[in-house]
C-alpha cells in the first residue's frame, strides 16, 4: 500500500495507466465489458451458486433477466416506461427551457446574481423528496408531480453552471474581442455564448441524473403508473427479481442520456473534446 | 542613428504621441490609491520598432493598455495619428501574452476575428488574406486545427496572424513570446523582426527580456517602478536586417546588454524590495 501511495496519482504516465491511456475507443469499450462481465460473474456465484445472501433480498443477475422476461410478458412493463419516459422528457425540456434563459441572465448581470441567486441556492439544496407530498397536493396523482419534480431536480443544475460559464468567461478572450473591434452584441454572440457552451453541457448532464432521480422520488410514493411506481410494487410483493429489472431500466435511461447529452456536445461544440484519457 | 528611413520619419508629426500619462486606480481590498504609471511621454514615428523594457509590475502593460484604448488615462493625452484615442480602434491590434484565442474557432476562423468583428468579410478576397496571414506566420496546413491541438508557439503565430490580417498602423505585443517556450522564443524573434522588417508596420513591444529588446527595439523605452515611469530611451543604432545569432558578437549589442543589466538590476532589487 505504502509503495502504491508514494508512486503517487497514476494519471496514465506509466504502467497500467499508460496502458489503459493508450487504448483505443474499441479497445476502452472492451475492458468495460470485462469489468461488466467479471462483476456479474461474481455476483451469480455469490448469491446464486454459494447462495451466500438470501435471493429475496439480492436476487443474482439470471433471476432478475428472468424478472426482466416476466415484466416484459405481464405487459406492464411498456406502458409504464412510455408514461416515465413522457413525463422525464417534459420535465427536462422545461427545465432547460427556463434555466438556460435566466442562468445567461444570471451570468451577465450582477443585479440578477445577487437577487436570483440565493433563490436557485436554496432551492437546489433542498432534497427533491421534500417537494414530493407538496407535489401531490399541487398537481394531483397523474402525471403532473412526477414532471413537476423533474423539471425542479434538473432546473438548477443548468441554471447555475449556465450562469457560472457566463461569469468565467477568460478576461484574456474578453479583451481580445474588444481589440478587434466586437460591438456589446457581437461580444455575447462570439465571445460570452460559446464559452459557455461547456459549461451549460456539464449542467446538461448532473441534470439528467437528478431528473432521474426526482422522477422516481415522484413515481415512488403514491403514484399508479411510472417506472418508480413499478419498483415498489414488486419490492412490496417480495418480487425483488422484478424490482432490480425495473431499476436497472432506470439505471440505463439515466446513463443512456447522460451519452446522448455528451453526443450531442461533440457534435455542437468539438473543441471541447478532451485528449484521451 | 544612421538609417535614412528613421530621420525621414522622423520629420513628420508622430504616429504615437504620448503627453504626461498617468494612470492610477483605487484597490477596493486595501482602499488604497494605486498609481500604476505616473508622467509618461513618448512619441512613436511611423514605422518604428519600439520596445518597452522593465521588470513585472513597473507598468508597461498598463502603459500599452491604454494606447491600446482599453484603459482610460487618468490625466494626460495619447494620440494616435493625431486623434485622442477614446477606445480601442481599427487601426491598433494586440497580440496577448496568453495568446487570448477563442478555443472554439479553428486556426483559420481565429485569423478571420478582427475582420469580421470589423464587418470587413463581406468584400471579395478576404479568404485569400486570412490564407495569406496564416501562410505568412508558417502557419499553412493548420488552418482547420484547434487552438488547443497546437504548440503555444504555434498559438502565438495564429495571435500573430490575428493582428496582422487586419491591416493595422500599429502593433501593440504584450510579452507575445513570455510564454513560448525558451527554444521557439529565439526562432520567433527573428520571425519577428523579418516579419516587421517585411510589413514596415509601427510596433510597440513590452518585453522583459534584455536580448529581446535590443535585438528587435529601434529604441528601447526602460520603464522603472512604483510609481511605473520611463527611466530612459536608448536607440539600439544596430544595422537591420539582424537576427540572434549575427547581433551575438556585435560590440554595440554587448555595451548595450551591459547597460541594460545595470539598470534593471538596480529596478529588479527595488521592486523584490518593496513587495
Redesign the interface.
Same mark, same amino acid.
Given at each position: 500500500m505504502s509503495a502504491f501511495l508514494a508512486a503517487g496519482p497514476n494519471l496514465g504516465r506509466g504502467g497500467i495507466g499508460a496502458w489503459l491511456a493508450g487504448l483505443s475507443p474499441a479497445g476502452k469499450a472492451g475492458v468495460l465489458a470485462i469489468e461488466v462481465v467479471v462483476m456479474l460473474v461474481v455476483w451469480q456465484l455469490v448469491v446464486g451458486v454459494f447462495g451466500w445472501i438470501n435471493p429475496v433480498f439480492l436476487p443474482p443477475p439470471t433471476a432478475i433477466a428472468q424478472g426482466f422476461v416476466e415484466l416484459v410478458a405481464g405487459g406492464t412493463l411498456w406502458p409504464n416506461m412510455l408514461i416515465s419516459a413522457q413525463a422525464w422528457l417534459i420535465g427536462f425540456a422545461i427545465a432547460a427551457v427556463i434555466a438556460i434563459p435566466v442562468g445567461l441572465l444570471m451570468g451577465s448581470s450582477l443585479p440578477m446574481d445577487r437577487v436570483v441567486g440565493p433563490i436557485a441556492w436554496t432551492i437546489y439544496a433542498t432534497p427533491t423528496i421534500a417537494y414530493q407530498p407538496l407535489a401531490k397536493a399541487w398537481f394531483g396523482f397523474g402525471i403532473g408531480p412526477v414532471i413537476f419534480l423533474v423539471a425542479v431536480s434538473a432546473l438548477f443544475p443548468i441554471l447555475l453552471n449556465v450562469a457560472a460559464g457566463m461569469r468565467t468567461t477568460?478576461a #484574456?478572450?474578453i479583451?481580445?474581442?474588444?481589440?478587434?473591434?466586437? #460591438?456589446r452584441t457581437?461580444l455575447y454572440r462570439?465571445?460570452y455564448l460559446? #464559452?459557455t457552451?461547456p459549461f451549460l453541457f456539464a449542467g446538461l448532464r448532473q441534470a439528467v441524473v437528478l431528473a432521474t432521480i426526482g422522477m422516481v422520488v415522484a413515481e415512488l410514493a403514491g403514484s399508479a403508473s411510472g417506472m418508480g411506481a413499478l419498483i415498489i410494487k414488486a419490492a412490496n410483493t417480495y418480487q425483488t427479481d422484478q424490482a432490480f429489472a425495473a431499476i436497472a431500466i432506470v439505471v440505463a435511461w439515466s446513463v443512456g442520456m447522460t451519452q446522448v447529452v455528451t453526443l450531442v456536445e461533440r457534435w455542437a461544440?468539438?473543441?471541447t473534446r478532451k485528449g484521451r484519457r | 542613428m544612421t538609417t535614412t528611413s528613421i530621420e525621414r520619419n522622423e520629420a513628420g508629426a508622430p504616429l504615437i504621441s504620448v503627453r504626461d500619462l498617468s494612470v492610477s486606480y483605487d484597490v477596493a481590498r486595501t482602499g488604497k490609491r494605486l498609481t500604476a504609471i505616473e508622467g509618461v511621454d513618448l512619441d512613436v514615428h511611423e514605422g518604428e520598432f519600439i520596445t518597452v523594457l522593465g521588470p513585472s509590475g513597473c507598468g508597461k502593460t498598463t502603459f500599452m493598455n491604454v494606447v491600446a484604448g482599453l484603459v482610460k488615462p487618468t490625466t494626460g493625452t495619447v494620440l494616435v495619428g493625431g486623434s485622442p484615442v477614446t477606445g480601442p480602434g481599427p487601426d491598433r491590434a494586440v497580440v496577448f501574452q496568453d495568446y487570448a484565442l477563442l478555443p472554439w474557432r479553428t486556426v483559420f476562423d481565429n485569423v478571420k476575428f478582427g475582420l469580421e468583428m470589423q464587418k470587413e468579410l463581406k468584400g471579395a478576397g478576404w479568404r485569400e488574406r486570412v490564407q495569406e496571414a496564416i501562410e505568412l506566420v508558417g502557419l499553412a496546413g493548420f488552418e482547420q486545427s484547434y487552438p488547443r491541438e497546437l504548440s503555444g508557439g504555434m498559438q502565438q503565430r495564429v495571435g500573430l496572424a490575428r493582428a496582422v490580417v487586419a491591416e493595422p498602423r500599429i502593433l501593440l505585443m504584450d510579452e507575445p513570446l513570455g510564454a513560448v517556450d525558451a527554444l521557439t522564443r529565439e526562432v520567433m524573434r527573428d520571425e519577428i523582426e523579418k516579419l516587421m522588417a517585411a510589413t514596415g508596420k509601427t510596433v510597440l513591444f513590452i518585453t522583459h527580456s534584455i536580448e529581446e529588446a535590443i535585438l528587435l527595439g529601434d529604441r528601447i523605452v526602460v520603464f522603472k517602478s512604483h510609481p511605473g515611469a520611463i527611466k530612459e530611451i536608448i536607440e539600439t543604432g544596430l544595422e537591420r536586417p539582424r537576427s540572434e545569432r549575427s547581433i551575438q558578437h556585435d560590440p554595440r549589442f554587448l555595451e548595450l546588454r551591459d547597460h541594460l543589466w545595470d539598470a534593471l538590476q538596480g529596478e529588479a532589487t527595488a521592486a523584490a524590495v518593496s513587495k
Open positions: 477568460n #484574456s478572450i479583451r481580445a474581442g474588444k481589440v478587434y473591434g466586437a #460591438s457581437q462570439s465571445v460559446p #464559452s457552451v461544440a468539438p473543441w | -
